[in-house]
């Protein structure tokens, strides 16, 4: 920086100097971690960047949850690469599972003592903003997720008991992947996620019957209520938000 701009420019220009010297504020580190994790079922690696643009790259080998996953990191805007190689010759259970639960494991370790974030996650209703919970329309459905990354794990699952596990014809199951996924799978990730990033987490279909649009409702909720809660609520910065002093 030209230290003598204000006498090349006239003393008029000395309070903008000034404030282009002392007022600037450094950008803060990107919030990132790293997860490996093998088990005699799966062998996953994960990297995942809380403050980045929507980036991912995704390889389950179930190409519906990556579709899933895709999607989250674009609407949670975080950069998420993961691979999993899992024992899909027996079902997908394992492998839709580990993943929450590694994905869970990122989040603890990308951020870290928690300072200054909003904590709780909410969206926004598209026809009232100031409902404060993350609701997402998919066409004819409808979900809502809610999340409080507050060090203590509980995974809320509504309005879905009637899809869980329901029982799929050989049709169904060769021309639907969403169906193929079933919603027994999702809840699966979900409680991974709940577990280790231990926090609560909402989830609730309030109406919707298309196993693909119901789905994916509820990964773009969380997508927005995950966002939310991480982002950095400038005014507290450097302070946790609990008034245990811990979380």
Known sequence: MNLNWEKEMGSNSFPLCFAVRFCLIQPMKSRQAAIKRDTKETRISLKLNIDGSGKSSIKT?????DHMLTLFAKHAVMDLTL?????LEVDAHHTVEDCGIALGQAFVQAMGDKRGIRRYGNGFHPKN???GEAYVPMDECLARCVVDFSGRSYLVWRGLND???QKLNR???NQDASSQFRF??????????????????????LY???PHHIVEALFKAFAKAADMACQHDPRIAGQ???TKGKL
């Open 171 to 173: 049709s169904l199951k």
């Open 208 to 210: 919707g019957d298309e």
């Open 129 to 131: 903003p100031f409902t």
């Open 61 to 65: 080998g179930i190409p519906f949850f």
């Open 184 to 205: 027994g799978l999702a809840r699966e990730f979900f409680q991974g996620f709940a577990n280790e990033a231990r926090c609560n987490l909402h989830l609730e279909l």
């Open 240 to 242: 946790l938000p609990s």
């Open 83 to 87: 691979r999993c190689d899992g024992d």
């Open 163 to 165: 899809f869980a596990y």
